[in-house]
């Protein structure tokens, strides 16, 4: 069974620091995205990437980057985080023929 | 990219058949149509996919019409633990890199 692990659920930070959440599968996938959460507003792709070393913009990469070193790992890094990037964080992986699949979350919380 | 539009919200009883429909009008021709199901504090996880017709499996049922610019998620006697959110996903699935885009989903309630 394909297993994501997003590296914490629950993560508090102040505004201006630069935040690392990372994101882990263990299935060779070859794809790997980012989703941001929020009420009313459902999933919002951040970034995605097709490959080491590749990435491609989302609908809502503003002050957000990424990072693919390996194929198994996928982090997504706040710069400087600011309140309004307070949400729940999805990291989903698939190949070519599988569907999408997500890891349990991180929620973050800027002070 | 396809958008998709749900309604927001549908409260049903146990035992009933819910359908949850979305519309995607400017669907392509390589795209497949993917619905999943969300418990809270949980990332989504897949319930079924489809490319034209219909599909079943031992969860739910997808109804595509020819023209493919909806679909209809059926789930037969839902009970309580089917309360959820439902996405509806259209993209390319065979493709490396394309952006797949959810709505906002559907909020199923269940009641006793």
């Known amino acids: 069974d394909v297993k994501v692990t997003q590296s914490s659920r629950y993560l508090v930070k102040r505004t201006g620091e630069k935040v690392f959440l990372e994101c882990v599968q263990d299935m060779d996938h070859e794809n790997m995205f980012w989703y941001r959460q929020d009420p009313g507003l459902g999933l919002r792709l951040i970034y995605f990437s097709y490959d080491v070393k590749m990435k491609e913009k989302g609908d809502i990469p503003e002050g957000y980057s990424v990072s693919r070193e390996k194929k198994e790992r996928f982090s997504l890094i706040l710069e400087s985080a600011s309140t309004n990037q307070t949400s729940m964080y999805l990291c989903?992986?698939?190949?070519?023929?599988?569907?999408?699949?997500f890891g349990n979350g991180t929620r973050l919380t800027v002070t | 990219l396809a958008k998709t539009t749900q309604p927001i919200s549908m409260d049903s009883y146990e035992g009933q058949e819910v359908n949850i429909t979305c519309s995607h009008n400017?669907?392509?021709?390589?795209?497949?149509i993917t619905w999943y199901q969300q418990f809270p504090s949980q990332g989504p996880r897949f319930i079924i996919q489809g490319y034209k017709t219909k599909v079943t499996n031992e969860v739910a049922s997808l109804f595509i019409p020819a023209d493919r610019k909806s679909s209809t998620l059926s789930l037969p006697r839902v009970s309580l633990s089917d309360t959820a959110v439902y996405y509806c996903?259209?993209?390319?699935?065979?493709?490396?890199?394309?952006?797949?885009?959810f709505g906002t989903g559907t909020r199923l309630q269940v009641f006793p």
């Open positions: 400017n669907i392509a021709t390589n795209d497949y």
């Open positions: 989903a992986s698939k190949d070519t023929d599988s569907p999408l699949h």
């Open positions: 996903l259209v993209g390319d699935e065979l493709t490396v890199g394309d952006k797949l885009i």
